[in-house]
């Protein structure tokens, strides 16, 4: 898997948009970028992944760059229960051994009031 | 649905004492994994299984042990706790959507 870096914390008002981003530079042509998030004490949930397009879901988007070396987690509209840890981890999908996750350090949202 | 179900939630163990983290799932998910969170880290994962009757290790095996006899379940073994093993163990289950985390056991070895 790809290693990635994410800037260890962050801050967001509540009601405005949270950009998380995600740097993976050493992506290759069959790996995806998911987005994990883990609210304290809690397990991990999934919450979007993608390729090369960009993607939405109830919970969020995802903006992946042209060259796919980067890419940033959206919350359109961030709330107090946004307050978690957002792991970006890129792998490849289900192919044998490779379906073990890897968890980096994440970034630490604090969605403030 | 109940997802994936860990029990139990906290248990606390003496120094040398064996136990079973149990783990069930619902989903028919082929494939199970057990990861560990110390504080302030990342889950690093334990053991994992790609299906019944199949298993291998993860990145921290070591002092643990895992069975798959059948799709649902998937049990965590220790087998002699010792301190080092004081962690948050989840299990998770995945197909090609994505992986479903159980909410935990949070063990003390004391």
């Known amino acids: 898997d790809a290693k990635t870096t994410q800037p260890p914390s962050m801050d967001c008002a509540e009601g405005r948009a949270a950009n998380l981003p995600c740097n993976h530079s050493?992506?290759?042509?069959?790996?995806?970028v998911y987005w994990y998030r883990q609210i304290h004490s809690q397990g991990p949930q999934y919450i979007i992944h993608g390729l090369k397009n960009n993607e939405t879901n109830e919970m969020a988007s995802l903006i992946i760059t042209e060259d796919r070396k980067s890419s940033t987690l959206i919350l359109p509209h961030a709330t107090l229960r946004d307050t978690a840890v957002y792991y970006c981890i890129v792998r490849q999908p289900f192919s044998g051994s490779a379906r073990q996750l890897t968890f980096g350090s994440g970034t630490q949202l604090t969605v403030l009031p | 649905n109940a997802g994936v179900t860990q029990t139990p939630k906290f248990q606390v163990l003496k120094t040398g004492q064996s136990m079973t983290l149990q783990c069930a799932q619902d989903m028919n998910h082929e494939y199970m994994s057990w990861y560990r969170q110390d504080p302030g880290m990342g889950l690093r994962l334990i053991h994992y299984s790609v299906g019944a009757g199949i298993t291998d290790q993860g990145e921290v095996p070591n002092g643990y042990n895992v069975s798959r006899s059948t799709t649902e379940d998937f049990p965590l073994r220790l087998l002699s706790a010792a301190p080092s093993q004081t962690s948050v163990y989840f299990c998770a289950s995945s197909n090609r959507q994505g992986y479903t985390f159980g909410s935990g056991t949070r063990l003390t070895v004391v």
């Open positions: 050493t992506i290759s042509g069959n790996e995806y």
